[in-house]
């Protein structure tokens, strides 16, 4: 995942720039940048973000870069904006996305007699250099921002800055989410919708799936009608998206609220307590709580001062032990104890096992988990949410995987329906595996109904596979 901003001003951006681009360090762990056109021409600056946060590594370039436009990004994995200089004159370029064809296009690149890529260091070619050299394939901008969306099998979003003003371009399906806010002399270009709100702007509008405009000081011009198909990731509003945002006018808080009272609904747990998994677990408990009237109370209490996501290392051992380090105890809340515990979303299950089995080690009589949304299937293919290098890391496959062991057939589609019997064994087999008292996921249907826009409109495939 990743997250971006851009600001065109008719005075120097550079201040909103910062703070609206660290607005997002909650999308992105390895990688930021920002990139400014003034006076003086284009300025840049990258960072690696991996053990600091972004404020920390920018707070220079905050005083010393100058523009009245400029783009900013929080990467999991390429470092951008990049600054390219091509027959469209120079620009500088970022984009959030994954590119699933990356070969196939830079064959065909290659082909028109494009001479090379640079090599990242583990190997692969920047995402963000492969979308600029398409946009270099067409005459001019438009043509070369929608060649990416057709050529593109998986998802992009870009920010183009040139000299006059910046192009924003939503997605082909819209799975990301692009919100322009508006204030005196000035406009903005956000992922996440609350960035801007701080900083004295005021929603404008969102762009539609594929929809292409130029932001400059005077205006949004569109350059590309959206489309009519949309499929939007639900999981933004489940777990990667800030509390405080919104995507398509839906509050990603109150969508949490939403799932946790229909989850309550129905359920048949009589815990003491229901507790969330900080921090996206807390408000599902919340309106699970509001719904059922058992008490909501916080077991854990996750230490914030000096464990922000950006500290999050790499190495899924270590990332295990932090996570669990980030949450410290109240004993009085667990002991004797019957628990009721709302995560976000089940996909190794290590944290939660270990978790589950400190919460019995402190003395808790049960520990019932409710995740919040369906069982994880498929490995998502549009936005990277997950590290999982393969689906075989998910807890689901892993169970199947045992019962292929034993001689069993496993068809996929039949353990992503809560109606059927596969599915309850497959529920049975990740509550022993992780040592839970119950387990009961959210049901796609409800998960869906807890948004609240029609599900032809919204990205459900790491559930059931359907593109």
Not at 7 to 21: M, W
Not at 101 to 125: A, C, P, R, W, Y
Request: contains cysteine.
């Amino acid at each position: 995942m990743g997250g971006f901003f851009g600001v065109a001003s008719k005075k120097d951006c550079v201040f909103d720039l910062f703070f609206g681009t660290d607005y997002h360090s909650h999308l992105g762990t390895r990688r930021a940048g920002m990139a400014v056109y003034g006076e003086k021409g284009f300025d840049r600056s990258i960072h690696n973000i991996e053990n600091s946060p972004f404020r920390t590594k920018f707070d220079k370039e905050v005083n010393e870069m100058k523009g009245y436009l400029g783009i900013g990004c929080i990467s999991d994995y390429e470092p951008q904006p990049l600054i390219v200089r091509s027959h469209h004159g120079t620009y500088a370029i970022e984009t959030v996305g994954k590119i699933n064809n990356t070969d196939k296009i830079v064959e065909k690149i290659f082909q028109s007699g494009h001479s090379h890529f640079l090599e990242m260091s583990g190997g692969d070619i920047n995402a963000t250099e492969l979308v600029a050299a398409m946009i270099n394939q067409k005459d001019n901008l438009v043509e070369g921002l929608q060649y990416v969306q057709e050529m593109v099998e998986g998802s992009m979003t870009v920010l183009l800055m040139t000299p006059k003003g910046i192009y924003a371009a939503r997605d082909k399906m819209g799975r990301t989410p692009v919100s322009i806010g508006k204030k005196e002399d000035s406009y903005c270009i956000s992922f996440e919708s609350f960035a801007y709100l701080n900083l004295g702007y005021m929603e404008e509008k969102e762009l539609g799936p594929g929809e292409i405009v130029v932001v400059t000081p005077e205006g949004i011009h569109t350059l590309a009608e959206p489309g009519k198909e949309m499929k939007i990731c639900t999981f933004l509003w489940v777990y990667y998206g800030y509390p405080s945002s919104s995507y398509e006018g839906i509050s990603v808080e109150q969508m949490r609220y939403n799932c946790g009272a229909l989850l309550a609904k129905r359920d048949d747990a009589e815990p003491d307590i229901v507790a969330g998994v900080p921090d996206s677990g807390t408000p599902h408990a919340i309106g699970y709580s509001n719904m059922s009237g058992i008490p909501f109370s916080r077991p854990f209490i996750k230490y914030t001062p000096t464990w922000p996501r950006s500290f999050m290392p790499t190495i899924q051992s270590q990332r295990n032990l932090i996570a669990k380090m980030k949450l410290i105890p109240v004993h009085d809340l667990i002991q004797n104890k019957k628990l009721l515990l709302i995560d976000d979303s089940i996909v190794r299950g290590t944290q939660l096992r270990e978790t589950t089995e400190f919460l019995y080690q402190s003395g808790a009589k049960e520990v019932h988990i409710r995740p919040a949304c369906p069982p994880l299937l498929y490995s998502c293919k549009y936005l990277n949410f997950s590290r999982s290098t393969s689906e075989m890391d998910l807890i689901t496959r892993q169970v199947l995987k045992e019962l292929e062991r034993e001689g069993r057939f496993t068809r996929l589609e039949a353990y992503s329906d809560p109606e059927t019997e596969e599915y309850r064994e497959m529920l049975e087999g990740i509550q022993k595996q992780l040592n839970f008292t119950s387990l009961r996921y959210h049901r796609l249907d409800d998960m869906i109904e807890s948004v609240g826009i029609e599900r032809e409109k919204l990205c459900t495939y790491c559930w059931d596979g359907k593109e």
